[in-house]
């Protein structure tokens, strides 16, 4: 195998696991923000009565 077919591998590999990661912290990311929209939306009806 070619040396520059080698390095594409590598690329693509490095960039499919770049992409999962992404996706994690992603989904982390929304998930957090749903928890402090929930927070806010109690701390308001508090505030309401």
């Known amino acids: 195998m070619k040396d520059e077919t080698l390095a594409f591998l590598r690329i693509r590999d490095w960039?499919?696991?770049?992409?999962?990661?992404?996706?994690f912290e992603r989904e982390v990311a929304e998930h957090a923000?749903?928890?402090?929209e929930?927070?806010?939306?109690?701390?308001?009806?508090?505030?309401?009565?």
């Open 15 to 23: 960039l499919e696991k770049r992409i999962e990661r992404l996706t």
């Open 33 to 36: 923000l749903r928890g402090v």
């Open 38 to 49: 929930t927070l806010i939306a109690i701390e308001e009806a508090f505030k309401r009565g």
